[in-house]
């Protein structure tokens, strides 16, 4: 069994930073890569970002591409999200989640997904 605990979220002006953590317990998800989805009022889940645990290999959708940044302390089984240069369309409720591969979670596959964090952007 697996448990993921975000961490971070909460009110910024347009321009400002947040970042997000996202801490994984059991042996289970501690093999898998982990990333981060959003999910705005009335709009689908979107894919953020996602890194693999073992090679570090990351990817982000292009939304945040260059403001953005995902880290891993494999020694904290947490995982970061750093956002910079927000804006208002990035309010949403942020889920980290842990899937096989960081390409399985792009497609919105992932085997466990957190409680979820607020991310409101103020313009």
């Known amino acids: 069994q697996g448990l993921l605990a975000e961490s971070g979220g909460g009110l910024v002006q347009a321009g400002g930073s947040l970042r997000l953590s996202c801490t994984a317990s059991?042996?289970?998800?501690?093999?898998?890569?982990m990333g981060w989805f959003r999910q705005a009022p009335g709009k689908e889940r979107e894919f953020v970002s996602a890194?693999?645990?073992?090679?570090?290999?990351?990817i982000y959708a292009d939304s945040v591409q260059g403001r953005f940044t995902i880290s891993r302390d494999n020694a904290k089984n947490t995982v970061y999200l750093q956002m910079n240069s927000l804006k208002s369309e990035d309010t949403a409720v942020y889920y980290c989640?842990?899937?096989?591969?960081?390409?399985?979670?792009?497609?919105?596959?992932?085997?466990?997904r957190g409680q979820g964090t607020q991310v409101t952007v103020s313009s």
């Open positions: 989640a842990a899937g096989g591969s960081v390409y399985l979670l792009r497609t919105n596959e992932y085997n466990y």
């Open positions: 059991g042996r289970t998800v501690g093999r898998f890569a």
């Open positions: 890194i693999n645990w073992g090679d570090g290999t990351t």
